[in-house]
């Protein structure tokens, strides 16, 4: 095992990967920003560095920042938490060139899901159920046209460097298609320095279901089941559950075999997501996400398990700790991203933490950085806090949830917590009936 690992990010993720390190006897360095100085983070790792100006761009975003900080304080291994560098290939290549072990899959398998038509391909070869659409990338319009009328209009038309929801264009008929077409391929020349597309068939109303999956880098894997993610604005997820309310068990093992079996095949290493969209009882593959994400803990309360715990293992060249047979849903758990963001329009609201009290008891999780007086930075994400809600069932979870966020205090700033108390009052949050345009049409009649 490692004696000492960096951890390459902040916030509550950091936090989460300290505490992981420390039930393990591994001693954690926390990187920070100038501005970052009094955080969490940085007061719970047993070591911390500054590595730069407040702008992510000068610090938690620069590799020389980040691998000087390893070099300088003995790190055998970077956990990169999720965002920043969590998926640039380079980045990991970098770290291995400098002998340091990258806590997550390869440059290689990074770089194969980084590229959405690469990662369709493959996925599609290892028997993975994807959206109908073209073969590869589309350079002409001719050729489009015909794809579009193979699979029928509405199609999307999508950039092969794109992904959550960047680079994405509509065309309802053949007389939106050439429009669109032509803007889906210069915004991705503009925003990616990659004009290469590719189209698919436009689902309209799908949930969005995703797969966690975990890899040892031999070529074992398990499926951990599924989350459902449906409940989004502006492609930011607002609340996340496990198990998903309109998967069964028998759905759940078929698709969670599927995957595990691609992931397998791949000799992927760590965790990992596939993300579906699911519409009439049919998954349809999108992308594939190759770090730990936000929503992980929804998957640890119903599993069971500590997946970071097991990303440490895996590096280190351990085995799992569980095999797929140890695992099965217990109960259901609910997950509300606490922003600091002032509705209407979720503008970010940084400032003075005055007041800051967590919920507790049974079946309650709270990740957190905050603490009482903390000044959150207008620098970063405004993700402040996640609340995960474990219950016998889907109903107690939510009771649990209502319960929760009535204990729950944060003073100072503006936060999506009103929301969440809107939400629970809402029968299809209630019966677990939505799809992914729920939330944006219940915004727009309630929120203005
Ligand atoms: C789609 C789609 C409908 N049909 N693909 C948006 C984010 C990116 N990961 C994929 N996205 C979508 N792809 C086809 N063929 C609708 C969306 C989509 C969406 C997906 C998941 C969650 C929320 C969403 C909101 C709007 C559009």
């Known amino acids: ?12 993720i950091a936090l989460r990967v300290v505490r992981a390190a420390r039930e393990m006897g591994v ?3 926390a990187v920070h920003s100038t501005a970052d100085a009094d955080a969490m983070h940085v007061r719970m790792a047993d070591e911390a560095i500054c590595i730069g100006p407040p702008p992510s761009s000068d610090s938690y975003l620069s590799m020389a920042a980040v691998l000087s900080a390893a070099e300088i304080t003995g790190a055998e291994a970077i956990h990169p938490g999720y965002g920043f560098l969590s998926e640039n290939a380079n980045f990991v290549q970098a770290v ?3 002998g340091i072990k990258f806590i997550g899959p390869s440059a290689e398998h990074i770089r194969m899901m980084g590229d959405k038509i690469t990662a369709k391909e493959t996925m599609h070869r290892l028997g993975v159920p994807c959206v109908p659409g073209s073969v590869g990338g589309v350079a002409h319009l001719e050729t489009a046209q015909i794809v579009a009328r193979d699979i029928g209009y509405p199609v999307i038309i999508k950039a092969t460097a794109g992904g959550g929801g960047r680079g994405m264009k509509l065309a309802r008929s053949e007389d939106e298609l050439e429009n669109a077409f032509r803007t889906a391929r210069s915004e991705a020349k503009a925003a990616f320095g990659n004009d290469e597309v590719y189209i698919e068939k436009y689902l309209g109303r799908p949930r969005h279901i995703e ?28 609340l996340e559950e496990a198990p998903g309310p309109a998967i069964d068990p028998e759905t759940r093992e078929r698709i969670g075999q599927t995957c595990a079996k691609a992931v397998a095949d791949l000799g992927y290493e760590g965790a990992g997501t596939i993300e579906f969209l699911y519409e009439d009882g049919e998954f349809y593959f999108i992308e594939m996400n190759t770090r730990l994400q936000v929503e992980h803990p929804v998957t640890e309360a119903v599993f069971g398990v500590d ?22 849903v217990n109960g259901h758990a609910i997950e509300v991203r606490i922003n600091a963001e002032k509705l209407p329009n979720f503008s970010p609201c940084p400032g003075k933490i005055t007041q800051y009290h967590a919920p507790g008891g049974l079946g309650i999780r ?8 903390y000044r959150i930075p207008p620098y970063y994400d405004s993700l ?14 939510l009771a649990r949830l209502k319960r929760a966020l009535g204990e729950l205090i944060v003073d100072g700033v503006d936060s999506t917590v009103p929301l969440f108390h809107a939400l629970l009052q809402e029968p299809a949050i209630l019966q677990g009936d939505y799809t992914i345009h729920w939330l944006e049409d219940w915004l727009k009649r309630n929120v203005g």
């Open 384 to 397: 402040i806090a996640k609340l995960i809600v474990h219950g016998r069932d889907r109903p107690e979870a």
């Open 211 to 238: 797969v966690q999956i975990f890899g040892d880098g031999k070529g074992g894997a398990v499926h951990l089941g599924e989350r459902d993610c449906s409940l989004q604005r502006r492609h930011q997820k607002v």
């Open 96 to 98: 291995e060139d400098h």
């Open 366 to 373: 709270m990740d957190s950085a905050l603490y009482d007086g």
């Open 27 to 29: 001693a954690s360095v």
């Open 307 to 328: 997946l970071v715990r097991e990303q440490i293992r895996v590096a280190a060249g351990l085995p799992m700790s569980f095999r797929q047979e140890d695992l099965r």
């Open 1 to 12: 095992m490692f004696r000492k690992i960096l951890i390459a990010n902040r916030g509550e």
